[in-house]
Protein backbone atom coordinates (compact mmCIF):
# COMPACT_ATOMS: atom_id res chain seq x y z
CA UNK A 1 0.00 0.00 0.00
CA UNK A 2 1.37 3.73 -0.62
CA UNK A 3 2.22 5.31 2.55
CA UNK A 4 0.43 8.47 3.80
CA UNK A 5 0.68 11.30 0.86
CA UNK A 6 0.99 15.60 1.90
CA UNK A 7 0.58 18.10 -0.72
CA UNK A 8 2.39 20.33 -0.89
CA UNK A 9 5.28 19.53 0.76
CA UNK A 10 7.06 22.86 0.53
CA UNK A 11 5.22 26.09 0.68
CA UNK A 12 6.01 29.90 1.16
CA UNK A 13 3.48 32.11 1.95
CA UNK A 14 2.92 36.29 2.96
CA UNK A 15 1.69 37.28 6.71
CA UNK A 16 -2.26 37.18 6.45
CA UNK A 17 -2.88 34.81 3.69
CA UNK A 18 -4.69 31.42 4.30
CA UNK A 19 -3.35 28.48 3.40
CA UNK A 20 -4.53 25.02 2.61
CA UNK A 21 -2.97 21.64 2.90
CA UNK A 22 -4.00 18.38 1.67
CA UNK A 23 -3.68 14.85 3.30
CA UNK A 24 -4.27 11.30 1.99
CA UNK A 25 -4.09 8.67 4.20
CA UNK A 26 -3.08 4.94 3.33
CA UNK A 27 -5.76 3.54 1.66
CA UNK A 28 -8.83 1.78 4.06
CA UNK A 29 -7.66 4.18 6.92
CA UNK A 30 -10.60 6.33 7.86
CA UNK A 31 -8.85 8.00 10.93
CA UNK A 32 -6.65 11.45 10.22
CA UNK A 33 -4.50 13.13 12.59
CA UNK A 34 -3.30 16.45 12.02
CA UNK A 35 -0.10 17.67 14.18
CA UNK A 36 2.35 20.81 14.23
CA UNK A 37 6.16 20.79 14.37
CA UNK A 38 7.71 23.64 15.56
CA UNK A 39 11.37 24.00 16.88
CA UNK A 40 9.90 25.88 20.24
CA UNK A 41 7.47 23.96 20.78
CA UNK A 42 7.63 20.42 19.39
CA UNK A 43 5.28 18.50 18.20
CA UNK A 44 1.29 19.66 18.92
CA UNK A 45 -1.87 17.97 18.25
CA UNK A 46 -4.21 19.73 15.84
CA UNK A 47 -7.26 17.59 15.64
CA UNK A 48 -8.54 14.42 14.79
CA UNK A 49 -11.20 13.22 12.04
CA UNK A 50 -13.18 9.87 11.66
CA UNK A 51 -15.27 9.51 8.78
CA UNK A 52 -16.23 13.52 8.05
CA UNK A 53 -16.36 14.04 11.68
CA UNK A 54 -13.94 16.25 14.62
CA UNK A 55 -13.93 13.70 17.30
CA UNK A 56 -10.57 15.70 18.98
CA UNK A 57 -9.18 19.11 18.76
CA UNK A 58 -6.02 20.75 20.50
CA UNK A 59 -5.50 24.00 22.00
CA UNK A 60 -4.63 26.16 18.94
CA UNK A 61 -7.16 28.93 18.05
CA UNK A 62 -10.02 29.32 15.72
CA UNK A 63 -8.00 29.93 12.64
CA UNK A 64 -6.86 26.50 12.44
CA UNK A 65 -9.56 24.48 11.07
CA UNK A 66 -10.28 21.09 9.03
CA UNK A 67 -12.05 19.02 7.22
CA UNK A 68 -12.56 15.60 5.77
CA UNK A 69 -14.01 14.24 3.07
CA UNK A 70 -15.63 10.85 2.62
CA UNK A 71 -13.20 9.37 1.07
CA UNK A 72 -10.88 10.17 3.84
CA UNK A 73 -9.03 12.63 2.62
CA UNK A 74 -8.26 15.32 4.96
CA UNK A 75 -7.48 18.92 4.34
CA UNK A 76 -6.51 21.48 6.88
CA UNK A 77 -6.84 25.42 6.35
CA UNK A 78 -4.74 28.43 8.63
CA UNK A 79 -6.36 31.82 8.09
CA UNK A 80 -4.66 35.29 8.63
CA UNK A 81 -1.28 33.40 8.85
CA UNK A 82 1.06 34.88 11.23
CA UNK A 83 4.88 34.43 11.63
CA UNK A 84 4.85 31.89 14.56
CA UNK A 85 2.65 29.35 11.80
CA UNK A 86 6.03 28.60 10.53
CA UNK A 87 6.18 24.89 11.27
CA UNK A 88 6.13 21.83 9.64
CA UNK A 89 2.84 19.99 9.62
CA UNK A 90 2.75 16.44 9.28
CA UNK A 91 -0.41 14.05 8.89
CA UNK A 92 -0.86 10.55 10.38
CA UNK A 93 -3.49 7.96 9.64
CA UNK A 94 -4.59 4.90 11.65
CA UNK A 95 -6.31 1.54 10.57
CA UNK A 96 -9.84 0.73 11.27
CA UNK A 97 -10.66 -1.09 14.33
CA UNK A 98 -10.36 -4.40 13.76
CA UNK A 99 -6.81 -4.29 11.46
CA UNK A 100 -4.28 -5.89 13.07
CA UNK A 101 -2.31 -2.48 12.91
CA UNK A 102 -5.12 -0.78 14.14
CA UNK A 103 -2.74 0.51 17.56
CA UNK A 104 -0.57 1.90 14.40
CA UNK A 105 -0.15 5.68 13.60
CA UNK A 106 1.40 6.14 10.19
CA UNK A 107 2.32 9.87 9.39
CA UNK A 108 3.09 11.46 6.24
CA UNK A 109 6.43 13.57 5.12
CA UNK A 110 5.05 16.62 6.01
CA UNK A 111 4.68 19.89 4.62
CA UNK A 112 6.59 22.59 5.36
CA UNK A 113 5.07 25.97 5.75
CA UNK A 114 7.24 29.07 5.87
CA UNK A 115 5.53 32.49 6.67
CA UNK A 116 7.24 35.51 5.81
CA UNK B 1 -0.28 18.81 32.89
CA UNK B 2 0.83 17.15 29.12
CA UNK B 3 4.38 17.06 29.59
CA UNK B 4 6.05 14.06 27.99
CA UNK B 5 9.87 14.41 29.22
CA UNK B 6 12.95 12.84 27.52
CA UNK B 7 16.16 14.28 27.49
CA UNK B 8 17.51 16.09 24.77
CA UNK B 9 20.88 14.49 23.71
CA UNK B 10 22.65 11.36 23.53
CA UNK B 11 25.67 10.52 22.04
CA UNK B 12 26.71 6.66 21.52
CA UNK B 13 29.68 4.69 19.85
CA UNK B 14 28.97 2.78 16.98
CA UNK B 15 28.26 -1.12 17.84
CA UNK B 16 27.31 0.23 21.42
CA UNK B 17 23.53 0.27 23.22
CA UNK B 18 21.77 3.50 23.11
CA UNK B 19 19.47 3.94 25.81
CA UNK B 20 16.85 6.46 25.48
CA UNK B 21 14.47 7.63 28.45
CA UNK B 22 11.08 8.92 28.43
CA UNK B 23 8.80 10.05 31.26
CA UNK B 24 5.10 10.60 30.52
CA UNK B 25 2.33 11.69 32.64
CA UNK B 26 -1.14 10.09 32.43
CA UNK B 27 -1.55 6.69 33.97
CA UNK B 28 -4.58 5.84 32.05
CA UNK B 29 -2.76 5.90 28.81
CA UNK B 30 -3.27 1.96 26.70
CA UNK B 31 -0.45 2.47 24.18
CA UNK B 32 3.05 4.39 24.24
CA UNK B 33 5.20 4.42 21.14
CA UNK B 34 8.74 5.44 19.77
CA UNK B 35 8.83 7.06 17.07
CA UNK B 36 12.24 8.32 14.55
CA UNK B 37 12.53 10.94 12.39
CA UNK B 38 15.20 11.76 10.18
CA UNK B 39 16.46 15.27 9.00
CA UNK B 40 13.73 16.58 6.75
CA UNK B 41 11.24 13.60 7.00
CA UNK B 42 8.46 12.98 8.90
CA UNK B 43 8.00 10.27 11.62
CA UNK B 44 8.26 6.57 11.35
CA UNK B 45 6.72 4.46 14.01
CA UNK B 46 9.29 2.33 15.35
CA UNK B 47 7.56 0.39 18.00
CA UNK B 48 4.82 0.52 20.33
CA UNK B 49 3.76 -1.51 24.24
CA UNK B 50 0.94 -1.70 25.63
CA UNK B 51 0.30 -0.52 28.94
CA UNK B 52 -0.14 -3.50 30.55
CA UNK B 53 3.13 -4.91 29.13
CA UNK B 54 6.55 -5.15 31.08
CA UNK B 55 8.54 -5.29 27.79
CA UNK B 56 8.71 -5.78 24.00
CA UNK B 57 11.43 -6.78 21.62
CA UNK B 58 11.62 -6.42 18.16
CA UNK B 59 14.87 -7.21 16.79
CA UNK B 60 17.51 -4.70 17.87
CA UNK B 61 15.02 -2.61 19.88
CA UNK B 62 13.99 -3.37 23.48
CA UNK B 63 11.43 -1.40 25.14
CA UNK B 64 10.95 -1.23 28.51
CA UNK B 65 8.13 0.39 30.83
CA UNK B 66 7.59 1.03 34.42
CA UNK B 67 4.30 1.73 34.85
CA UNK B 68 4.28 2.42 38.57
CA UNK B 69 6.74 5.57 37.93
CA UNK B 70 5.75 6.00 34.09
CA UNK B 71 8.97 5.64 32.77
CA UNK B 72 9.48 4.40 29.12
CA UNK B 73 12.92 3.58 27.70
CA UNK B 74 13.77 2.65 24.36
CA UNK B 75 16.99 0.29 23.68
CA UNK B 76 19.20 -0.04 20.74
CA UNK B 77 21.64 -2.86 19.96
CA UNK B 78 24.35 -2.59 18.06
CA UNK B 79 23.57 1.13 17.08
CA UNK B 80 24.85 1.99 13.62
CA UNK B 81 25.62 5.65 11.76
CA UNK B 82 22.00 4.87 10.35
CA UNK B 83 21.08 4.95 13.70
CA UNK B 84 21.34 8.52 13.93
CA UNK B 85 18.47 10.94 14.15
CA UNK B 86 15.76 12.15 16.59
CA UNK B 87 13.43 9.96 18.76
CA UNK B 88 10.58 10.59 20.13
CA UNK B 89 8.32 9.27 22.61
CA UNK B 90 4.72 9.80 22.83
CA UNK B 91 1.89 8.47 24.82
CA UNK B 92 -1.92 7.71 23.47
CA UNK B 93 -4.76 10.18 24.63
CA UNK B 94 -8.01 9.25 23.73
CA UNK B 95 -9.16 9.65 19.64
CA UNK B 96 -6.18 9.10 18.30
CA UNK B 97 -4.44 11.98 19.99
CA UNK B 98 -0.36 11.70 20.66
CA UNK B 99 1.09 13.49 23.10
CA UNK B 100 4.84 13.74 22.33
CA UNK B 101 8.25 14.27 24.00
CA UNK B 102 10.59 17.20 23.14
CA UNK B 103 12.68 14.01 21.29
CA UNK B 104 16.07 12.93 21.88
CA UNK B 105 18.90 13.54 19.42
CA UNK B 106 21.36 10.48 18.84
CA UNK B 107 24.52 10.90 17.74
CA UNK B 108 26.21 8.13 16.63
CA UNK B 109 30.27 8.35 16.40
CA UNK B 110 32.77 5.94 14.89
Known amino acids: KAGVTQTPRYLIKTRGQQVTLSCSPI?????VSWYQQTPGQGLQFLFE???????NKGNFPGRFSGRQFSNSRSEMNVSTLELGDSALYLCASRPTPGDSSYNEQFFGPGTRLTVL | GEDVEQSLFLSVREGDSSVINCTYT??????LYWYKQEPGAGLQLLTYIFSNMDMKQDQRLTVLLNKKDKHLSLRIADTQTGDSAIYFC??????????FGAGTRLAVHP
Open chain 1, 49 to 55: YFSETQR
Open chain 2, 26 to 31: DSSSTY
Open chain 2, 90 to 99: AESRGYNKLI
Open chain 1, 27 to 31: SGHRS
